[in-house]
Structure formats: structure tokens, C-alpha cells
């Protein structure tokens, strides 16, 4: 029998809906956190939000669940350079909000991660 899905896990795939689906319907809200090395900036948004939906609901499955965290823990980590670059962006705004935000949002990652991979190993 696979143990239900913890609160945390649960927060990440709550996460990873609401992102996703803003990734698709909004892409233009993440283009300015999107690091200059990265091409095809849209694309990658678009499919970025893809993987977090489907991220989501391999979590919420637990056929799926182990693959569906390492792949939530991979994607955490693949959109740090994203989070960091939003943070460094904001700090040369004069926007206090936004440098709380973005920069609370940094250490965040940490436990989401965790979580991810704790839904991986059936915690």
C-alpha cells in the first residue's frame, strides 16, 4: 500500500498547479526572470509549465508518485537560475515588496525540494 501524499508534497503539487497553469496562460509574467543564456525564452516557459503540471499530478498519483518527485526535485533545481535572476532583478527596483518576495522565494526552494523527494521515497 503506498502512504498517502504528505502536507508538504501536497503544497508542491498545489504549487506546481497554480505555476503551470499561469506558465501557460500568462508566459509573459516569467520572461523577464528568464536568464539571458537561456533560448527560446517563451518555449522554455511553456514547457516549463508542462513539466510542473505534470509534475503535479504524478504526485497526486501513486502509480507515478516516485517519478513524478525526483522529477519535481529536478525541476526545483532547474528553475533556481530563474528564481535568482528575479531576486537580482528586483533588488535594482526600488519595489520593497518585490525584494521580499523574490528573495524569500530562494530559501523556499530548500523544503520544497525536500518534499519532493521525500514524496519520491514514499515519506
Known amino acids: 500500500m503506498t502512504a498517502p501524499l504528505t502536507r508538504t508534497a501536497k503544497l508542491v503539487a498545489g504549487a506546481f498547479t497554480v505555476s503551470g497553469i499561469v506558465h501557460l496562460v500568462r508566459p509573459q509574467v516569467f520572461e523577464p526572470t528568464m536568464p539571458a543564456w537561456v533560448p ?24 507515478t508518485r516516485r517519478a513524478a518527485g525526483l522529477a519535481s526535485a529536478a525541476l526545483l533545481v532547474g528553475v533556481f537560475p530563474a528564481n535568482a535572476q528575479m531576486a537580482s532583478d528586483a533588488l535594482r527596483t526600488d519595489n520593497t515588496a518585490l525584494k521580499v518576495a523574490t528573495l524569500a522565494r530562494l530559501p523556499l526552494q530548500v523544503p520544497m525540494i525536500r518534499a519532493a523527494l521525500g514524496a519520491a521515497r514514499g515519506a
Do not use: F, T
Open 40 to 63: 527560446a525564452h517563451r518555449d522554455v516557459i511553456v514547457y516549463s509549465g508542462v513539466a510542473e503540471l505534470l509534475c503535479a499530478a504524478g504526485l497526486a498519483w501513486p502509480r
